[in-house]
């Protein structure tokens, strides 16, 4: 059986909800819920943080727990695999949770539309309000860009 994508919103809601109610009671966050189809296989994801990052231990907890939940509601009609995780460094930022979090930090913004001449934004994440994303530029002054035309925000990642 096709999951079409309205099923996979319903999937996704129903699950953060179990989630996010999990992961509160074990102290984390819940990030992020994907449940997406590659090759043949159906994937539910469920991204956790946490303050010092997620470790081994706390995504097999979760994901026991979540399993039994989710056995129990039984919410998904086909198989599937289930993986809990952390989100890794240079995940999206897409909640005002994440963007609170990582104020001060350097970010880089795509954009759907160019802003000037540029579609890459890179600066510091100075501010965030619900109609705009405020950034330190490489020259010191303030952009403000509208999220209507932001395609992703994520931390810039140096090694």
């Known amino acids: 059986m096709e999951v079409n994508f309205l099923n996979k919103k319903g999937v996704t809601g129903i699950v953060r909800k179990i989630s996010e109610s999990l992961a509160v009671e074990m102290g984390y966050e819940l990030v992020d819920v994907e449940f997406i189809k590659e090759g043949s296989s159906h994937f539910l994801r469920v991204y956790l943080d946490k303050p010092g ?5 706390d995504c097999q907890k979760m994901s026991q727990l979540l399993s039994d939940k989710l056995d129990e509601e039984d919410p998904i009609s086909i198989p599937y695999y289930l993986e809990v995780s952390s989100p890794g ?3 999206p930022l897409k909640t005002d949770n994440d963007l609170k979090r990582n104020l001060g930090k350097e970010i880089e913004i795509k954009l759907y539309e ?12 100075e501010d965030y309000k619900d109609e705009e994303i405020i950034i330190k530029t490489e020259t010191g002054k303030n952009m403000n ?7 992703l ?4 990642v140096k090694f």
């Open 145 to 151: 860009i509208p999220r209507e035309i932001i395609a």
């Open 89 to 91: 460094l240079d995940r």
């Open 114 to 125: 160019a802003l000037g001449d540029r579609k890459i934004i890179e600066g510091v994440l």
């Open 153 to 156: 925000i994520k931390l810039v």
């Open 53 to 57: 990052g997620i470790n081994l231990d």
